[in-house]
């Protein structure tokens, strides 16, 4: 039981907002919104304006609102299991981050353009790039994505 609780008790604070570079947050009366440069500018941080409590789980490259496309098979391998063409926004499931070429920000929106990993095989897609619009509206909030 006293493990159980320790375990709960990390997961609880991990969700609580944590100042750093890697951060970049937009916030208004009723949303706070973050997201994480070393996950590909993917949204990794969501609360209510006036709590630091994260609803996001953000554990690892995979658990993010980020954009994930799938293609044919390419011969690539997910750990030992064949996998397809799969560029993601936040990286690949090794925990090497996608590449943020741009990201700028306002109070309450915020841009990033990212050329994407491949989930499995781990390389950049160097031919593509990933655009995320996100602007808090009130108690909206509104994401755009684009992928050339």
Known sequence: MVAAHAAMAQQ????????????????????KVGLLRSHGGAIAHLSSGTSDFNTLNHYD???????????????SLWVDKPWRYNPVQG?????????????TSTETSAYVKTIPRHWAAG????????????????????????FT
């Not at 609880?12 to 949303?31: F, P, R």
Request: proline share 1%.
């Open 91 to 103: 990286g690949d499931y090794k925990g090497n981050a996608a590449k943020v070429v741009e990201l």
């Open 12 to 31: 609880l604070e991990s969700n609580v907002v944590k100042q750093s570079e890697d951060w970049v947050y937009i916030q208004n009366a009723d949303l």
């Open 61 to 75: 490259h995979g658990r993010l609102v980020q954009q994930s496309y799938y293609g044919d098979e390419d011969g």
């Open 123 to 146: 390389k950049l897609v160097d031919e593509c790039t990933m655009e995320q619009w996100v602007e808090l509206e009130g108690p909206v909030l509104r994401v755009r994505f684009k």
